[in-house]
């Protein structure tokens, strides 16, 4: 089982919509957890740490169920510029304290 | 808003030729990363740096690569040798906790062809 996965999509929505990805992770002594988003041939930038408790940012929300090991990224009122591939990040999934990256989902928002 | 700098942006290069990556962290940052992301795959972690030393390496980072912060604000990555399957997207991020909390900041990346 890979340490850290995600569905690739793409997921294809209209503006507006509200969208949901999941990632997954093997480890459950994993300790801290993320969602980065990267444009096309551009550098990660962190979106949200998740928290147990789960946080809010606007118009993302992001959740952590430990005892099912997924987190999630929720986006409501999608904008075309939230066009970018989502990358999940767990710490702690390999065993130690190094990061590591889901593969990403892709997000196309249309008009 | 400060940010974290890499050069250069591209490099080409012959297999077996050495190269230097360079980057300047964030200023006040103490801990410094190195990952690499080759074309269409996921980000990988090569590296962390703390101290003046590596605090964590992954299996990647073997005795090709070798990290240096030759003065108060310059962290590089050298490849000794390099292979085809070097060629990546090098990424350099520093953060102002470690691994255990982050935020981490990445620079726009080198991207390395190796002909």
């Known amino acids: 089982r890979k340490e850290v996965e995600q569905d690739p999509g793409p997921f294809n929505v209209p503006e507006g919509a509200t969208v949901a990805f999941n990632c997954t992770y093997s480890?459950?002594?994993?300790?801290?957890f993320f969602w980065y988003r990267q444009d096309c041939r551009k550098e990660p930038k962190l979106l949200m740490s998740?928290?147990?408790s789960g946080n809010e940012d606007g118009r993302f929300t992001a959740q952590l169920n430990r005892a099912s090991q997924y987190i999630s990224l929720l986006i409501r009122d999608s904008k075309l510029s939230d066009s970018a591939t989502y990358l999940c990040?767990?710490?702690?999934?390999?065993?130690?304290?190094?990061?590591?990256f889901g593969r990403g989902t892709s997000l196309i928002v249309h008009p | 808003e400060p940010e974290v700098t890499q050069t250069p942006s591209h490099q080409v290069t012959q297999m077996g030729q050495e190269v230097i990556l360079r980057c300047v962290p964030i200023s006040n940052h103490l801990y410094f990363y190195w990952y690499r992301q080759i074309l269409g795959q996921k980000v990988e972690f090569l590296v962390s740096?703390?101290?003046?030393?590596?605090?964590?390496k992954s299996e990647i980072f073997d005795d090709q690569f070798s990290v240096e912060r030759p003065d108060g604000s310059n962290f590089t990555l050298k490849i000794r040798s390099t292979k085809l399957e070097d060629s990546a997207m090098y990424f350099c991020a520093s953060s102002e906790e470690g691994l255990r909390q982050e935020t981490q900041y990445f620079g726009p990346g080198t991207r390395l062809l190796v002909l």
């Open positions: 480890n459950s002594a994993s300790q801290s």
């Open positions: 740096f703390y101290n003046n030393e590596i605090s964590e």
């Open positions: 998740v928290y147990s």
């Open positions: 990040v767990v710490n702690g999934a390999g065993g130690s304290y190094i990061p590591t």
